[in-house]
Protein backbone atom coordinates (compact mmCIF):
# COMPACT_ATOMS: atom_id res chain seq x y z
CA UNK A 1 0.00 0.00 0.00
CA UNK A 2 1.35 3.33 -1.10
CA UNK A 3 1.54 5.63 1.46
CA UNK A 4 -1.57 8.10 -0.21
CA UNK A 5 -3.14 5.26 0.16
CA UNK A 6 -2.67 4.64 3.79
CA UNK A 7 -3.52 8.36 4.46
CA UNK A 8 -6.77 7.91 2.64
CA UNK A 9 -7.68 5.21 4.60
CA UNK A 10 -6.83 6.45 7.86
CA UNK A 11 -9.35 9.40 6.85
CA UNK A 12 -11.37 7.25 5.64
CA UNK A 13 -11.86 5.07 9.36
CA UNK A 14 -11.17 8.12 11.42
CA UNK A 15 -12.65 11.04 9.28
CA UNK A 16 -10.56 14.25 8.30
CA UNK A 17 -7.00 14.69 9.81
CA UNK A 18 -5.29 17.60 10.89
CA UNK A 19 -2.99 19.11 8.45
CA UNK A 20 -0.44 18.74 11.07
CA UNK A 21 -0.79 14.60 11.32
CA UNK A 22 -0.99 15.04 7.54
CA UNK A 23 2.47 16.30 6.83
CA UNK A 24 4.01 13.89 10.02
CA UNK A 25 2.59 10.79 7.71
CA UNK A 26 3.90 12.66 4.66
CA UNK A 27 7.27 13.11 6.42
CA UNK A 28 7.62 10.34 9.01
CA UNK A 29 5.70 7.61 7.80
CA UNK A 30 7.93 4.62 9.21
CA UNK A 31 9.35 3.41 6.24
CA UNK A 32 7.09 5.00 3.40
CA UNK A 33 7.56 9.00 4.69
CA UNK A 34 9.87 11.34 2.95
CA UNK A 35 12.71 11.14 5.76
CA UNK A 36 12.23 7.57 6.80
CA UNK A 37 12.23 6.22 3.26
CA UNK A 38 16.09 4.95 1.51
CA UNK A 39 15.62 8.02 -1.29
CA UNK A 40 18.21 10.24 -1.28
CA UNK A 41 16.86 13.44 -0.09
CA UNK A 42 20.05 16.17 0.27
CA UNK A 43 22.07 17.08 -2.65
CA UNK A 44 22.73 16.31 -6.14
CA UNK A 45 20.68 13.49 -6.71
CA UNK A 46 17.94 14.51 -3.98
CA UNK A 47 15.50 17.53 -3.94
CA UNK A 48 17.34 20.01 -1.92
CA UNK A 49 21.16 21.62 -0.88
CA UNK A 50 22.38 22.67 2.83
CA UNK A 51 24.54 24.92 3.86
CA UNK A 52 27.31 21.92 4.98
CA UNK A 53 27.03 20.32 0.90
CA UNK A 54 27.88 23.97 -0.25
CA UNK A 55 31.74 24.45 1.49
CA UNK A 56 32.94 22.62 4.56
CA UNK A 57 33.42 26.63 5.84
CA UNK A 58 30.40 26.10 7.31
CA UNK A 59 31.21 23.37 9.33
CA UNK A 60 34.88 24.77 11.11
CA UNK A 61 32.95 28.12 11.93
CA UNK A 62 30.14 25.87 13.81
CA UNK A 63 33.36 24.22 15.43
CA UNK A 64 34.99 27.65 16.25
CA UNK A 65 32.01 28.78 17.90
CA UNK A 66 31.40 25.28 19.81
CA UNK A 67 35.23 25.38 20.71
CA UNK A 68 34.63 29.29 22.11
CA UNK A 69 31.82 27.63 24.16
CA UNK A 70 34.13 24.65 25.63
CA UNK A 71 36.22 27.14 26.74
CA UNK A 72 33.83 29.67 28.42
CA UNK A 73 32.09 26.89 30.35
CA UNK A 74 35.81 25.67 31.76
CA UNK A 75 34.80 21.74 32.27
CA UNK A 76 37.06 19.23 31.39
CA UNK A 77 34.12 17.07 29.89
CA UNK A 78 32.31 18.91 27.09
CA UNK A 79 28.70 17.11 25.31
CA UNK A 80 27.99 18.14 21.51
CA UNK A 81 24.24 16.90 20.87
CA UNK A 82 23.47 17.60 17.19
CA UNK A 83 19.63 17.18 16.17
CA UNK A 84 19.31 15.85 12.61
CA UNK A 85 22.63 15.23 11.56
CA UNK A 86 21.23 14.65 7.69
CA UNK A 87 23.80 12.78 5.90
CA UNK A 88 26.70 13.78 8.62
CA UNK A 89 28.55 16.29 6.78
CA UNK A 90 28.21 18.99 8.91
CA UNK A 91 29.08 16.62 11.81
CA UNK A 92 32.42 15.68 9.92
CA UNK A 93 33.45 19.18 9.50
CA UNK A 94 32.78 20.15 12.91
CA UNK A 95 34.84 17.15 13.50
CA UNK A 96 37.67 17.43 11.15
CA UNK A 97 37.88 21.48 13.14
CA UNK A 98 37.78 20.35 16.82
CA UNK A 99 40.31 17.63 16.34
CA UNK A 100 42.88 20.21 15.74
CA UNK A 101 42.77 21.13 19.33
CA UNK A 102 43.74 17.69 20.86
CA UNK A 103 42.87 18.30 24.84
CA UNK A 104 39.29 19.27 23.72
CA UNK A 105 39.20 16.71 21.43
CA UNK A 106 40.34 13.95 24.06
CA UNK A 107 37.51 14.76 26.47
CA UNK A 108 34.43 15.54 23.57
CA UNK A 109 31.52 13.44 23.51
CA UNK A 110 29.66 13.97 20.37
CA UNK A 111 26.17 12.42 20.27
CA UNK A 112 23.53 12.75 17.07
CA UNK A 113 19.85 12.86 17.42
CA UNK A 114 18.60 11.01 14.45
CA UNK A 115 15.43 9.17 13.96
CA UNK A 116 15.97 8.27 9.76
CA UNK A 117 17.45 4.56 9.83
CA UNK A 118 18.47 5.92 6.48
CA UNK A 119 20.46 8.39 7.22
CA UNK A 120 21.89 7.03 10.66
CA UNK A 121 23.88 4.47 8.44
CA UNK A 122 24.71 7.50 5.86
CA UNK A 123 26.35 8.96 9.29
CA UNK A 124 27.87 5.97 10.48
CA UNK A 125 30.08 4.94 7.49
CA UNK A 126 31.14 8.85 7.22
CA UNK A 127 32.46 9.66 10.94
CA UNK A 128 33.01 5.93 11.98
CA UNK A 129 33.45 5.32 15.84
CA UNK A 130 33.98 8.87 16.64
CA UNK A 131 30.03 9.46 17.39
CA UNK A 132 27.17 7.95 19.41
CA UNK A 133 23.39 8.33 18.33
CA UNK A 134 20.70 8.40 20.11
CA UNK A 135 16.98 8.28 19.14
CA UNK A 136 15.55 10.85 20.71
CA UNK A 137 16.74 14.04 23.09
CA UNK A 138 14.73 12.60 26.06
CA UNK A 139 17.45 9.48 26.38
CA UNK A 140 20.39 12.22 27.55
CA UNK A 141 19.81 14.57 30.65
CA UNK A 142 22.07 16.74 32.40
CA UNK A 143 24.15 17.65 29.23
CA UNK A 144 27.40 20.27 29.92
CA UNK A 145 28.08 21.36 26.51
CA UNK A 146 26.23 22.72 24.01
CA UNK A 147 22.80 21.04 21.82
CA UNK A 148 22.92 22.49 18.33
CA UNK A 149 20.93 21.83 14.94
CA UNK A 150 21.04 23.01 11.44
CA UNK A 151 17.77 22.73 9.30
CA UNK A 152 15.98 20.73 11.96
CA UNK A 153 12.88 22.67 13.49
CA UNK A 154 11.45 23.60 9.66
CA UNK A 155 11.02 20.06 9.30
CA UNK A 156 8.54 19.78 12.24
CA UNK A 157 5.07 18.95 11.22
CA UNK A 158 2.68 22.13 11.59
CA UNK A 159 -0.60 23.28 11.89
CA UNK A 160 -2.20 25.14 9.37
CA UNK A 161 -4.50 27.96 10.43
CA UNK A 162 -6.78 30.75 8.61
CA UNK A 163 -8.40 33.59 10.40
CA UNK A 164 -11.48 33.75 9.97
CA UNK A 165 -14.55 35.01 12.19
CA UNK A 166 -12.54 33.18 14.83
CA UNK A 167 -9.16 31.19 14.57
CA UNK A 168 -9.59 28.18 12.14
CA UNK A 169 -7.77 24.87 12.10
CA UNK A 170 -6.80 23.24 8.55
CA UNK A 171 -8.15 20.22 7.79
CA UNK A 172 -7.77 16.87 5.74
CA UNK A 173 -10.22 14.89 4.24
CA UNK A 174 -10.45 13.14 0.86
CA UNK A 175 -13.04 13.43 -2.17
CA UNK A 176 -11.95 12.01 -4.92
CA UNK A 177 -9.00 13.79 -3.79
CA UNK A 178 -7.80 15.12 -0.76
CA UNK A 179 -8.98 18.70 -0.05
CA UNK A 180 -8.91 21.03 2.80
CA UNK A 181 -11.94 21.59 5.39
CA UNK A 182 -11.98 24.17 8.21
CA UNK A 183 -12.69 23.57 11.79
CA UNK A 184 -12.76 26.10 14.83
CA UNK A 185 -8.86 25.55 16.38
CA UNK A 186 -8.14 24.70 19.78
CA UNK A 187 -7.42 26.89 22.36
CA UNK A 188 -3.75 25.79 22.55
CA UNK A 189 -3.23 27.70 19.37
CA UNK A 190 -5.54 30.36 20.22
CA UNK A 191 -2.87 30.23 23.19
CA UNK A 192 -0.04 30.38 20.50
CA UNK A 193 -1.25 33.85 19.20
CA UNK A 194 -2.71 35.26 22.46
CA UNK A 195 0.44 34.95 24.85
CA UNK A 196 2.52 37.15 22.03
CA UNK A 197 -0.29 39.48 21.61
CA UNK A 198 -0.22 38.74 17.85
CA UNK A 199 -3.54 39.77 16.06
CA UNK A 200 -3.70 38.26 12.28
CA UNK A 201 -6.43 39.87 9.75
CA UNK A 202 -9.29 38.45 8.68
CA UNK A 203 -8.29 35.92 5.45
CA UNK A 204 -4.45 35.39 6.88
CA UNK A 205 -3.46 31.85 6.80
CA UNK A 206 -0.24 30.79 8.74
CA UNK A 207 1.40 27.99 10.38
CA UNK A 208 1.98 27.09 14.27
CA UNK A 209 4.69 24.72 15.09
CA UNK A 210 3.70 23.64 18.18
CA UNK A 211 6.73 20.26 17.87
CA UNK A 212 9.23 23.47 17.54
CA UNK A 213 7.83 24.65 21.15
CA UNK A 214 8.02 21.50 22.91
CA UNK A 215 11.03 20.82 21.13
CA UNK A 216 12.72 23.50 22.83
CA UNK A 217 11.07 22.99 26.47
CA UNK A 218 12.84 19.24 25.94
CA UNK A 219 16.01 21.28 24.84
CA UNK A 220 15.86 22.90 28.34
CA UNK A 221 14.94 20.09 30.60
CA UNK A 222 18.00 17.74 28.62
CA UNK A 223 20.78 20.85 29.07
CA UNK A 224 22.34 21.20 32.70
CA UNK A 225 24.63 23.34 31.66
CA UNK A 226 25.77 25.19 28.52
CA UNK A 227 24.46 26.64 25.39
CA UNK A 228 21.70 25.60 22.45
CA UNK A 229 22.73 26.90 19.02
CA UNK A 230 19.59 27.04 16.23
CA UNK A 231 19.94 27.15 12.66
CA UNK A 232 17.39 27.46 10.18
CA UNK A 233 15.47 29.67 8.19
CA UNK A 234 12.80 31.64 9.65
CA UNK A 235 11.77 35.11 10.62
CA UNK A 236 10.56 36.46 14.60
CA UNK A 237 7.16 37.06 15.01
CA UNK A 238 7.53 40.98 13.67
CA UNK A 239 8.38 39.36 10.51
CA UNK A 240 6.54 36.67 10.55
CA UNK A 241 3.02 37.92 10.62
CA UNK A 242 3.10 40.89 8.20
CA UNK A 243 0.05 41.38 5.59
CA UNK A 244 2.26 40.21 2.66
CA UNK A 245 2.91 36.72 3.86
CA UNK A 246 -0.99 36.16 4.72
CA UNK A 247 -0.40 32.76 2.34
CA UNK A 248 1.62 31.80 5.10
CA UNK A 249 5.44 30.20 4.37
CA UNK A 250 4.82 26.36 3.76
CA UNK A 251 6.76 25.35 0.63
CA UNK A 252 7.68 21.96 -0.74
CA UNK A 253 10.86 20.44 -2.71
CA UNK A 254 11.13 17.90 -5.25
CA UNK A 255 14.16 17.58 -7.65
CA UNK A 256 14.98 20.76 -6.56
CA UNK A 257 11.79 22.28 -7.45
CA UNK A 258 10.01 24.36 -5.60
CA UNK A 259 6.43 24.58 -5.20
CA UNK A 260 3.14 24.87 -2.74
CA UNK A 261 1.57 21.75 -2.88
CA UNK A 262 1.39 19.37 -0.17
CA UNK A 263 -0.99 17.11 -1.63
CA UNK A 264 1.54 15.90 -4.58
CA UNK A 265 4.45 13.41 -4.62
CA UNK A 266 3.49 12.45 -0.90
CA UNK A 267 6.37 10.69 0.64
CA UNK A 268 8.69 11.92 -2.11
CA UNK A 269 9.08 15.74 -1.67
CA UNK A 270 9.92 17.70 1.44
CA UNK A 271 7.54 19.95 3.14
CA UNK A 272 8.65 22.67 5.20
CA UNK A 273 7.63 26.10 6.88
CA UNK A 274 9.62 29.13 8.30
CA UNK A 275 10.87 28.83 12.15
CA UNK A 276 8.87 31.41 14.25
CA UNK A 277 11.95 32.15 16.09
CA UNK A 278 9.84 34.11 18.79
CA UNK A 279 8.23 31.42 19.91
CA UNK A 280 11.42 29.42 20.60
CA UNK A 281 13.07 31.81 23.06
CA UNK A 282 10.16 32.99 24.55
CA UNK A 283 9.41 29.49 25.36
CA UNK A 284 13.11 28.73 25.89
CA UNK A 285 12.98 31.55 28.50
CA UNK A 286 10.48 29.85 30.16
CA UNK A 287 12.21 26.58 30.53
CA UNK A 288 15.37 28.11 32.29
CA UNK A 289 17.01 29.12 28.55
CA UNK A 290 18.41 32.69 28.45
CA UNK A 291 18.42 35.05 25.26
CA UNK A 292 22.10 34.82 23.79
CA UNK A 293 21.61 36.58 20.51
CA UNK A 294 20.02 36.25 17.64
CA UNK A 295 21.51 37.32 13.95
CA UNK A 296 21.62 36.00 10.44
CA UNK A 297 24.04 33.31 9.30
CA UNK A 298 26.05 36.14 7.25
CA UNK A 299 27.33 37.69 10.35
CA UNK A 300 27.46 34.88 12.63
CA UNK A 301 30.25 33.38 10.15
CA UNK A 302 31.64 37.13 9.84
CA UNK A 303 32.18 37.09 13.61
CA UNK A 304 33.60 33.84 13.57
CA UNK A 305 36.63 34.41 10.95
CA UNK A 306 34.92 33.87 7.68
CA UNK A 307 37.29 36.50 6.12
CA UNK A 308 40.36 34.91 7.56
CA UNK A 309 39.46 31.50 6.46
CA UNK A 310 39.20 32.30 2.85
CA UNK A 311 42.36 34.21 3.22
CA UNK A 312 43.88 31.11 4.08
CA UNK A 313 42.78 29.51 1.50
CA UNK A 314 44.38 32.52 -0.75
CA UNK A 315 47.69 31.02 0.15
CA UNK A 316 46.90 27.76 -1.31
CA UNK A 317 46.26 26.10 -4.28
CA UNK A 318 44.87 29.40 -6.84
CA UNK A 319 42.71 27.06 -8.38
CA UNK A 320 41.04 25.32 -5.48
CA UNK A 321 41.05 28.81 -3.83
CA UNK A 322 38.59 30.25 -6.75
CA UNK A 323 36.65 27.05 -6.75
CA UNK A 324 35.94 27.48 -2.81
CA UNK A 325 35.62 31.15 -2.76
CA UNK A 326 32.60 30.80 -5.08
CA UNK A 327 31.18 28.70 -3.04
CA UNK A 328 31.54 30.58 0.46
CA UNK A 329 30.18 33.44 -1.72
CA UNK A 330 26.94 31.05 -2.55
CA UNK A 331 26.78 29.89 0.98
CA UNK A 332 27.02 34.14 2.05
CA UNK A 333 24.92 35.49 -0.65
CA UNK A 334 22.27 32.91 -0.91
CA UNK A 335 21.79 31.97 2.70
CA UNK A 336 23.19 34.43 4.42
CA UNK A 337 20.53 36.31 5.13
CA UNK A 338 17.23 34.00 4.97
CA UNK A 339 19.24 31.68 7.58
CA UNK A 340 19.16 33.15 10.88
CA UNK A 341 20.73 31.73 14.12
CA UNK A 342 19.17 31.67 17.58
CA UNK A 343 21.91 30.76 20.41
CA UNK A 344 20.80 30.47 23.88
CA UNK A 345 22.30 30.20 27.06
CA UNK A 346 21.61 27.90 30.90
CA UNK A 347 23.26 28.06 33.94
CA UNK A 348 26.33 30.23 32.91
CA UNK A 349 27.22 33.62 32.58
CA UNK A 350 29.50 34.61 29.40
CA UNK A 351 30.04 38.02 27.34
CA UNK A 352 29.54 38.22 24.02
CA UNK A 353 30.14 35.12 21.81
CA UNK A 354 32.35 35.72 18.86
CA UNK A 355 29.63 34.49 16.02
CA UNK A 356 27.21 37.33 17.93
CA UNK A 357 29.80 40.00 17.37
CA UNK A 358 28.13 41.97 14.47
CA UNK A 359 24.67 43.22 14.94
CA UNK A 360 22.23 42.26 12.24
CA UNK A 361 19.24 44.16 11.38
CA UNK A 362 16.49 41.16 12.88
CA UNK A 363 15.42 41.73 16.26
CA UNK A 364 13.73 38.94 18.85
Avoid at 164 to 187: H, N, T
Avoid at 201 to 223: C, M, Q, Y
Wanted: glycine residues 10%.
Amino acid sequence: MSLSETIIQKIRQHGAISFRDFMEMALYYPGLGYYTSQNDKIGKKGDYYTSPGITPAFGEMVGRQLEEMCHILGEKEFTVVEMGAGTGLLSQDVLEYLKKNQELYHDLDYCIIEKSASLREEQRKRLGENVSWRDSLKELSGITGCIFSNELVDAFPVHQVVMGEELMEVFVDYKDGFVEVLKPASSELNEYFAEPGVSLPAGFRTEINLDAVKWIEDVGASLKKGFVITIDYGYPSSELYQEYRNKGTLMCYHKHTANENPYQHIGEQDITSHVNFSALERRGCKNGLELCGFTDLAHFLLGLGIEEYLKKLQQGDPVNYHKNMLRVKTLMMEMGETFKVLIQKKGIECGELSGLKFQSRWKL
